[in-house]
């Protein structure tokens, strides 16, 4: 099996917060770790960038619960989802600028030669591996379509 950094590092955080009786923090990290679990057992193998890709899918659903709670006026489980979100980030890469998109998009449409929207999955396919946990996927679609356009 591969090694997994991130998974150690949610392993000691557990570790610090049980120490801490931090709850919320605890059950947030085990949340995490519950899912890492369930993909290292359901694909034989964990590595970064896959626990990343989970992370990062993590994060977005909790970005996404906090837009539907707070348009349900329900403010007490967006903060609880805020809370969890900020848990999930400190175990992601720092993001990335949109500079630092566009030139990473810029890069992947030069080296597979994309000539228009239709060679844009060339392009995603390129740019996902790079910004995987660093960058929303909404976020590099637009910057594709606005430079392939």
């Known amino acids: 099996m591969s090694e997994c950094t991130v998974k150690d590092q ?6 610090e917060a049980m120490r ?3 709850k919320a923090r605890l ?3 085990r949340l995490a770790l519950a ?4 993909i290292e057992v359901d694909e034989k193998s964990l590595d970064d960038t896959r626990a990343l890709a989970a992370l990062d899918k993590m994060a977005k659903q909790r970005r996404d ?3 539907q709670f707070k348009s349900a006026g329900r403010t ?3 903060e609880q989802e805020q809370f969890e979100l900020t848990v999930i980030q ?3 890469p720092e993001p990335l600028s949109p500079e630092d998109i566009d030139q990473i998009v810029r890069d992947a449409i030069a080296q597979s030669g994309a000539e228009g929207m239709k060679d844009m999955g060339k392009v995603m396919g390129l740019v996902k591996p790079q910004v995987q946990g660093r960058a929303d996927m909404a976020q590099i679609s637009q910057s594709v ?3 392939l356009g």
């Not at 949610?10 to 570790?15: C, D, E, I």
């Not at 899912?35 to 369930?38: D, G, P, V």
């Open 90 to 92: 400190d175990f992601l």
């Open 76 to 78: 007490d489980l967006a």
């Open 65 to 67: 619960a906090i837009t």
């Open 27 to 29: 059950s947030t990290i």
């Open 35 to 38: 899912e890492l679990k369930r």
């Open 10 to 15: 949610l392993t000691s955080a557990m570790k």
């Open 145 to 147: 379509k606005k430079l």
């Open 20 to 22: 801490n009786r931090e």
